[in-house]
């Protein structure tokens, strides 16, 4: 089987798995990085959110052979240098119950939260209803894009 | 282990360097689940090295327990809560009942806990006393230490812990008076957040041992059919696929060393089933088997007066709803290795004796050579009380002789789900010359959950009704009855269980009777409550006084009665369960002929709050959860099958979806009762109000979006 080579969090890495095989059983299975959640395996629940080239993406739905050579972060790389602002928002909101798809939603709003820091309440409903949670957490949700937004300042 | 009495349920082990280690007995909510007897399921130990642990079984589905349970222990002990770190039970015999479930874990633990904790603040103190000659009233015990001001002493409690482990546990320790509480009703961050911000925490599916495999199974799509035969031949031949075979009489595994290997084998794997004699099951024929059945005599679970000499204005209606699947965000999985005399297991599982008891058998092993560890659990909702998952691990595991993963798609979740029962209820009133209900009337058609899965009914009585069917009203003349019938689809205890059905019913039942009454919802049901009395339903007695309190509070922060822009509307509903009250008043609007909820306000009573940030989540959580049941969440049944397979037809709610929900609790010195599961039986009734009030459409019928 060819290898494939993809930057996962900054690092250059060489998976060789069939090229069709989901980027999110790549990097759970083959790499041992499991931040990154199996909701739906059909880009239903958004719990498998990563960013290439910093856009939000569905693990479960991108076969590798499209992020060949692409740069990929995670969750794990998301907070490499300590918690981002978005993260403390998170915990200071207390957003996650189970936790389970918080992750896939961290991801899904630190891209939006980079193309637009300071979303309005619109923009940020209209990014983040693609990202599904079971424990009802979509007010903390929101308070904590909005606190994270505030707390990068400017506008 | 030493048995416990019922009283005197506090032990001690005393070993040299040990520290101080108290054993106590945490009961189970859930009366179905209960008699196992009285061995420490719990235990407090204080170590020289300075720990505070707690070893406990409640298992971590986001309700907050590893939080909550330290809360308590530190609040008597007189630690901070940074001292104390909660170290995950796994099964074991020399447990009591290790059940997370019936909003239980906070309400059981109450007493046990402080008590414990209670206990061990006063034999460290008496350690400290006794140490430094000086009466054990002139020290005081705080932030983990004792200190003696008159000399300025001080010892942690590491130092005293062998000490104190050398003298007797007192029965019955002083407890706190509730107005000196300092961690008790704060909001103390939960202690599991930073990792879940993380992607540091370990759920069941995250968990993983060297070699170890994954595995898929192909289940028959039909309730109760059997393997015939399967070829192999497409699935071997998937990279990484290194067995295929039949573990079950329905059910064929596929093995590799990648999820994605095991997906794609499993997909190409041809399997013959027998589908058995349920083959042509259809919710159609569900739903006129639980009506017909309407006209049974069922079992009274309450009765005052006699609904049968009452005259007046009779009032009918009829109510249904289907089956539910919980669809946790975290998908079934189990991992595990058996060898030749043992099997270990690592499950996201709220009842890890079950796990342990069904796996022995299934593998042939005795319950003491089988190990669960549990894991956190990515939701449960009820799902995780079933023991399939498990099962199926040790059996894949048995067959390919290594350890291995178990872990189930999205819609094997949604297919081979154990659901909510579906129901029919038949109510009826008759109308005093006020229009109050001068009788009222209460048949619950359904299949029994204890029934179907063998345990025992109480006199025809299914024992999780005894706390989820109350109806806390003052009526002269009443009856509630449960007429049980049988279905081969499995059942399972979902998020509040038959309490949804329950209030769904009779609080969209009471809005009729207002109706007819031309009367205002709220002032029809506080007329109701009006007189302070206790309801006494089987072993509960319930508060016409409390649930009074949750219904004024909601109307209060809704500001009922006041009016609302043009085209919004509200509707009101209130209901008890698991020793707590509940009121939600629910703001729409309509937009093509849809309810589009911009606002839901919710109240309880659940006696003392330990962290109000938790019980804010957990009410939020199950008004959106309370909301995906009401609006769309359905399991049909066709040709045998479950129908719907992923959140495209079984769709939770979403951002766009979800109402500002807003979470007030009545302040309380009572005993803590049930959080996780109580706020949601209004949610439905309250909606379907909400929308006759703005379409003067009665919904009764789930789901409201078909």
């Known amino acids: 089987m060819a290898e494939i080579s993809l930057r996962v969090n900054g690092s250059e890495r060489k998976v060789s798995v069939a090229p069709e095989t989901p980027l999110l059983w790549v990097l759970r299975d083959t790499l041992n990085m499991t931040g990154t959640k199996f909701g739906c395996g059909a880009g239903l629940c958004g719990a498998c959110t990563v960013h290439v080239e910093g856009a939000a993406v569905r693990s479960c739905s991108t076969p590798l052979s499209q992020v060949a050579g692409k740069n990929v972060t995670t969750i794990e790389g998301l907070s490499v240098n300590g918690l981002t602002e978005l993260q403390k928002a998170w915990i200071a909101e207390e957003v996650p119950q189970c936790g389970y798809c918080q992750t896939g939603q961290i991801m899904a709003a630190a891209a939006m939260l980079t193309k637009n820091p300071h979303p309005s309440d619109d923009e940020i409903t209209r990014t983040m209803t693609a990202n599904i949670c079971r424990c009802g957490s979509y007010d903390r949700i929101r308070r904590a894009i909005q606190r994270a937004s505030i707390a990068r300042g400017g506008q | 282990m030493t048995p416990l009495t019922r009283r005197g349920f506090l032990t001690t082990t005393a070993a040299a360097g040990a520290g101080l280690v108290i054993g106590f007995y945490l009961p189970h909510g859930s009366s179905s689940k209960n008699g196992a007897g009285f061995s420490p399921n719990a235990y407090l130990k204080i170590t020289p090295d300075g720990k505070i642990t707690i070893v406990v079984a409640r298992s971590e589905m986001g309700q907050g327990v590893r939080t909550a349970l330290p809360m308590i222990l530190a609040e008597e002990l007189e ?32 007493e046990p806990m402080r008590k414990a904790g209670a206990a061990a603040r006063e034999m460290l103190l008496s350690a400290a006393a006794l140490e430094w000659g000086v009466p054990k009233s002139s020290c005081k015990a705080e932030h983990g230490s004792v200190t003696h001001a008159g000399s300025n002493r001080k010892k942690s409690y590491a130092e005293l812990a062998d000490r104190a482990a050398t003298l007797p546990v007192p029965s019955a320790p002083p407890l706190k008076d509730p107005k000196d509480f300092k961690l008790i009703g704060t909001r103390a961050a939960r202690i599991d957040t930073p990792a879940k911000v993380q992607g540091a925490a370990e759920y069941g599916i995250d968990f993983r041992i060297p070699n170890m495999k994954y595995a898929m199974l192909s289940r028959c799509p039909v309730v109760g059919g059997k393997v015939t035969s399967f070829d192999d031949k497409d699935a071997k031949k998937v990279p990484g696929v290194s067995y295929v075979g039949k573990i079950s009489d329905s059910a064929v595994a596929v093995v590799a060393d990648s999820v994605w290997g095991a997906m794609e084998g499993r ?18 024929a569900i739903k006129e088997g639980l009506k017909q059945a309407a006209s049974k005599k069922g079992v009274a679970l309450y009765a005052v007066g006699d609904v049968s000499k009452v005259g007046g204005k009779k009032i009918e209606a009829a109510y249904e709803l289907p089956f539910m699947a919980h669809a946790p965000m975290e998908p079934g999985n189990c991992t595990a290795h058996f060898q030749a005399n043992k099997c270990e297991l690592w499950a996201p599982t709220q009842v890890p004796q079950d796990v342990r008891d069904s796996v022995a058998t299934a593998v042939g092993l005795d319950p ?7 894991t956190l659990l990515g939701g449960g909702f009820g799902r995780r009380l079933e023991h399939d998952y498990g099962v199926e691990a040790a059996l894949v595991s048995k067959a390919i002789g290594g350890p ?8 094997d979740d949604m297919r081979f789900s154990t659901y909510r029962p579906p129901s029919y209820h038949k109510l009826s009133a008759a109308l005093d010359g006020q229009g109050w209900p001068a009788s009222f009337s209460h048949t619950m058609v359904t299949p029994s959950i204890s029934a179907q899965k063998g345990y025992p009914l109480d006199g025809g009585v299914d024992p999780d009704m005894k706390d989820e069917t109350a109806v806390v009203y003052s009526f002269p003349n009443a009856l509630i009855q449960f007429v049980q019938t049988e279905t081969p689809v499995p059942l399972g205890w979902m998020r509040s269980v038959y309490a949804l059905q329950a209030a769904f019913a009779s609080e969209s039942f009471i809005d009729e009777l207002a109706g007819a009454a031309h009367k205002d919802p709220l002032d029809y ?29 909601a109307a209060e922060k809704a500001a009922w009665g006041k009016p609302l822009p043009g085209g919004r509307y509200r509707g009101i509903a209130c209901f008890g369960c698991f020793g707590s009250y509940a009121a939600n008043v629910v703001e729409i609007s309509m937009e093509n002929d849809k309810p589009r909820i911009h606002r839901v306000v919710a109240t309880v009573d659940v006696g003392q709050v330990i962290n109000p940030t938790i019980l804010e989540q957990q009410i939020q959580g199950a008004v959106i959860y309370g909301l995906a049941n009401a609006l769309r969440a359905q399991i049909t049944i066709d040709k045998g099958r479950v129908v719907q397979g992923n959140f495209d037809d079984y769709e939770p709610i979403r951002m766009s979806e979800a109402p500002a929900v807003e979470a007030y609790y009545v302040q309380s010195t009572e005993a803590p009762s049930g959080v996780g599961e109580p706020p949601l039986p209004p949610v439905a009734p309250a909606l379907c109000n909400a929308i006759f009030a703005a379409t003067k459409k009665r919904i009764r019928s789930l789901p409201i979006i078909t």
Do not use: C
């Not at chain 2, 003491?368 to 549990?374: A, F």
């Not at chain 2, 007189?531 to 949750?550: L, N, Q």
């Open chain 2, 404 to 411: 291995v993963k178990v872990l189930w798609s999205r819609e």
């Open chain 2, 525 to 553: 049901r506080l007329h109701l409550l009006s007189k302070d009395e206790d309801i006494k339903y089987f072993d509960a007695v319930w508060k016409t006084a409390r649930m009074r309190g949750v219904l004024q509070l």
């Open chain 2, 267 to 284: 997909r190409v794997l041809n399997v013959t089933w027998d589908e058995g004699p349920n083959k042509d099951l259809s919710t159609a």
């Open chain 2, 368 to 374: 003491d050579q089988v190990k669960v560890n549990i």
């Open chain 2, 79 to 110: 630690a901070d809560l940074n001292q104390i770190t909660v170290e995950q039970a796994g099964a074991s015999s020399l447990y009591g009942d290790q059940t997370t479930g019936g909003s239980a874990s906070v309400r059981t633990t109450w």
